[in-house]
C-alpha cells in the first residue's frame, strides 16, 4: 500500500436512527476504497451499513433484511455448521432471543440489527471483543466500527480528556472510553438494545474465573478447546491465508494447528457465502470452508538480532509451509504511518502497532486472510500472579498490569483536566465478582484484549482479511479457570523480576506437536522439551545478553526508540509531529520536550511517551483541523 489512497479505509459497520442521508454519510466516513464493497438499508427513522473484502474473503461478513428490517455481521461466526443456522436464521433468532442467539455464536464478529417496524435496534460483540464497535445516545442512536462516523453525526463532536489520559498511561483506551466525548466503546460479550427511545446494556455471556486445580485433565481440556477453536477459525477461511510467524510459541502452536486442518480439510460451516459442503483431498466432506493454501510471513523484530526469523524458518520448514521474510524498517513503516493511526481512530499508540504494518511489505498481493497466534496471555503470560494476590486494590491492580508510564508522569504531560486513574476507577465500579482474583481476571478479559490487543487489527484490514483465532466461548471459559501456578511466576530479587516464560506455553507446545517442541523457544533459547526452570534461567541469560549488546530486548531499548535515534527520516517525521503536538492545549510542551531530550541522549526510554502524543496529533490533524 503506498501513497495516501486508502488512509483511514476501514470495514466495518455503521448505522443507527438515520434516514437515507444521514446513513450515507456514517457510512462514507469509514472511507471504503474501491476494493472494498458496500451494502446500505434504510426503512423509517433507521439505517444500517456495511463495507467489506467482498469475494476476497466472503466468510468475513453478512448482510440480511427482509424489507422492514436489516442486520449485518462484520467478522466471522465459526460455528453456524455445529448450530445447523443459516444466516437468516441468525437474524430470526437475534430478534427473538438475542441473548441465547448471542451465547450459542463462536468467532470474532459484530453484529447489528435494525428494526423499523419494531421500533428497535440491536448491537453486539463477540465474547473476547475481537471487533469492538462504538456507539453513542447523542441525538437518538449511532453506532458504527470507528471513530470517523461519529465526527460526522455528532452535533459537536469534543475530545475527551480522559481518552487523551488513557492514550499517555497505557497506550490504548480502557473501559468504554474513547477520544470523544459521549461515544463509548461496547464491552466484549455484552449486547446494546435501543428501542422506544432508551437504550439497555447487557452481558450475554459470562465465563466462571474460579481457578480450577493445576491437573492433567485440566490440561487435556486447555489442549482440546485450544484445537477446537483453530479447527473453528480454520473452517472460516476458502481463500489463502497466512500467519505471522516467529519464535515464539504462539503463533508456533497456532500454525502447527492451522497446518494440521490445511492437510485434512475442513472441520464445519461459517457464516459466509462461501460455507457450501466441500471435499478435501482426503474425501472429507464435513460443511466447512478449505483453506486454498496456508503460508506463513515473519519479520526481524520482538525483538530483533535475528533469532526469530531463523527460528520461523525452522518451523516452517518442520511444517513444509513457505516462508516470507519482510522488511519492517522506518523505510517500510513511514508511508503507512498515518494511514495505520487513523485506520485504529488514534486510540493505541503506534509504537505498539509496528510490527502489523508490514502487511503492506508483503511481496505482491497479501493473502485472503492474514492471522496471528492464539495469544500466550490467556494461558499466563500477561496477568502475573503478584497481580492477582498482592495489590490493595483492583484500581491498583489494572494500574500495575497495565500502566506503561507512571500516573504522576501522565500528570506532567496532560495541560488539561483529567484524572490518570479515571478509567480504571470507572472499569472497578463495573466489576462485580465475588472474589478479588476473579475481579483481577475478569477486567483483563473485558478490557485488555479488545481495548489494546485488538486494536491494532484495523491495520492489516486496510489491505485484506483478518481472524482472532481465540474469539471461542469454550476455549475463553477454560483459559478463564486457569490455575494460579499456570501464571507467570516472580523472582525474588528487589521488586520481583518476572520470569519472562510461563509453563503452561511450554507444555502446551510439548502436547501439540512433539517435532516442533525439539526446535528451541526464542524466549528461552532452549527446545521446549527441556525442564521449565531451565527456561527461566535462558530467559533472563538471553536477556541480559542483548542488553549489555546494546540491542532492542524485553524490558530495555525498543526498535521504535532506536529508530528515532539513529533514522534521519524518521526521526524527522516524528519531531515535526512532536513539534506540532507541543501547540495543542492537551499537553505540556515543556514536559514533551524534556522527555524528547531524554530520549536522545540516551539518558532513559521515552519512546512510549513520545508514541501517544504523538498518535493523538496524528489524529487530531485529521479530525480536529
Not at 463532536?157 to 480502557?174: A, H, R
Not at 494476590?389 to 506503561?404: N, Q
Request: proline share 6%.
Amino acid at each position: 500500500m503506498g501513497g495516501r489512497e486508502n488512509e483511514g479505509a476501514m470495514t466495518g459497520i455503521a448505522g443507527g436512527t438515520v434516514d437515507t442521508t444521514g446513513l450515507d454519510e456514517l457510512v462514507d466516513a469509514l472511507n471504503p476504497t474501491d476494493r472494498h464493497e458496500t451494502e446500505r438499508f434504510a426503512a423509517g427513522a433507521y439505517g444500517i451499513g456495511a463495507t467489506h473484502h467482498g469475494s476476497r474473503d466472503p466468510e468475513s461478513h453478512a448482510f440480511w433484511t427482509d424489507g422492514q428490517a436489516a442486520g449485518a455481521i462484520d467478522g466471522a461466526v465459526t460455528n453456524l455448521g455445529e448450530l445447523g443456522w443459516d444466516v437468516a436464521t441468525v437474524f430470526e433468532r437475534l430478534r427473538r432471543a438475542p441473548e441465547r442467539t448471542l451465547a450459542a455464536l463462536e468467532g470474532p464478529f459484530t453484529v447489528a440489527v435494525v428494526d423499523a417496524a419494531d421500533d428497535r435496534a440491536l448491537l453486539a460483540t463477540d465474547k473476547i471483543g475481537s471487533r469492538p464497535p462504538l456507539f453513542s445516545t447523542e441525538n437518538g442512536f449511532h453506532f458504527a466500527s470507528g471513530l470517523a462516523p461519529f465526527v460526522a453525526a455528532l452535533d459537536e463532536p469534543t475530545v475527551d480528556p480522559q481518552g487523551v489520559s488513557d492514550l499517555l498511561l497505557v497506550g490504548g483506551m480502557w473501559s468504554d472510553t474513547t477520544l470523544l466525548e459521549g461515544v463509548r466503546s461496547l464491552h466484549p460479550a455484552t449486547l446494546v438494545e435501543y428501542r422506544d427511545g432508551a437504550v439497555t446494556e447487557r452481558r450475554y455471556w459470562h465465563p466462571d474465573y474460579e481457578p480450577a486445580r493445576p491437573t492433567d485433565e485440566y490440561f487435556h481440556d486447555l489442549v482440546t478447546a485450544f484445537r477446537r477453536t483453530v479447527d473453528r477459525t480454520a473452517s472460516s477461511v476458502s481463500g489463502d491465508a497466512g500467519l505471522w510467524l516467529s519464535g515464539g510459541l504462539d503463533s508456533r502452536a497456532t500454525c502447527s494447528e492451522l497446518a494440521r486442518n490445511y492437510r485434512e480439510g475442513p472441520a464445519c460451516q461459517t457464516v459466509g457465502g462461501a460455507g457450501a459442503p466441500v471435499a478435501d483431498p482426503g474425501g472429507r466432506t464435513d460443511g466447512g470452508t478449505a483453506m486454498a493454501s496456508l503460508s506463513a510471513y515473519t519479520y526481524d523484530a520482538n525483538p530483533g538480532g535475528g533469532v526469530n526469523p531463523r527460528l520461523a524458518g525452522e518451523v516452517a520448514d518442520a511444517l513444509e509451509l513457505p516462508l516470507e521474510r519482510v522488511e519492517l524498517a522506518p523505510e517500510t513503516v513511514l508511508p503507512v504511518l498515518e494511514e495505520a493511526v487513523l485506520a485504529t481512530d488514534g486510540m493505541v499508540k503506534w509504537n505498539t502497532l509496528l510490527n502489523l504494518t508490514a502487511t503492506f511489505a508483503i511481496e505482491g498481493t497479501p493473502p485472503d486472510v492474514m492471522m496471528e497466534g492464539v495469544v500466550g496471555e490467556l494461558v499466563g503470560q500477561h496477568l502475573s500472579r503478584a497481580h492477582l494476590t498482592e495489590p490493595s486494590s483492583l484500581v491498583e491492580s489494572m494500574y500495575r498490569s497495565e500502566a506503561s508510564l507512571a500516573a504522576a508522569d501522565v500528570e506532567d504531560l496532560l495541560a488539561v483536566e483529567a484524572d490518570p486513574m479515571g478509567s480504571f476507577r470507572k472499569e472497578a465500579r463495573r466489576i462485580d465478582e465475588p472474589t478479588f482474583a476473579a475481579s483481577v481476571v475478569d477486567a483483563h478479559f473485558q478490557n485488555y484484549y479488545p481495548r489494546f490487543v485488538h486494536a491494532s487489527n484495523p491495520v492489516p484490514r486496510l489491505a485484506t482479511g483478518t481472524r482472532v483465532p481465540y474469539a471461542d466461548g469454550d476455549f475463553l471459559e477454560t483459559a478463564a479457570k486457569l490455575p494460579l501456578s499456570y501464571r507467570m511466576g516472580t523472582l525474588p530479587v528487589g521488586d520481583g523480576l518476572i520470569h519472562g516464560v510461563v509453563k503452561s506455553k511450554v507444555r502446551l507446545m510439548r502436547a501439540l506437536d512433539t517435532d516442533l517442541a525439539e526446535i528451541p523457544y526464542e524466549r528461552s533459547r532452549l527446545k521446549p522439551t527441556r525442564p521449565f526452570p531451565l527456561h527461566v534461567a535462558g530467559f533472563f541469560a538471553s536477556t541480559a545478553l542483548g542488553q549489555l549488546r546494546g540491542q532492542p530486548t524485553y524490558g530495555g531499548r525498543s526498535t521504535a526508540g532506536e529508530w528515532y535515534r539513529e533514522h534521519d527520516a524518521f526521526r524527522a517525521r516524528i519531531d515535526g509531529l512532536v513539534d506540532d503536538a507541543t501547540e495543542r492545549r492537551f499537553f505540556d510542551a515543556d514536559a514533551i520536550e524534556e522527555r524528547r531530550e531524554r530520549h536522545l541522549a540516551r539518558e532513559g526510554e521515552e519512546m512510549d511517551a513520545l508514541s501517544a502524543v504523538t498518535t493523538f496529533e496524528i489524529w487530531a490533524r485529521e479530525h480536529l483541523d
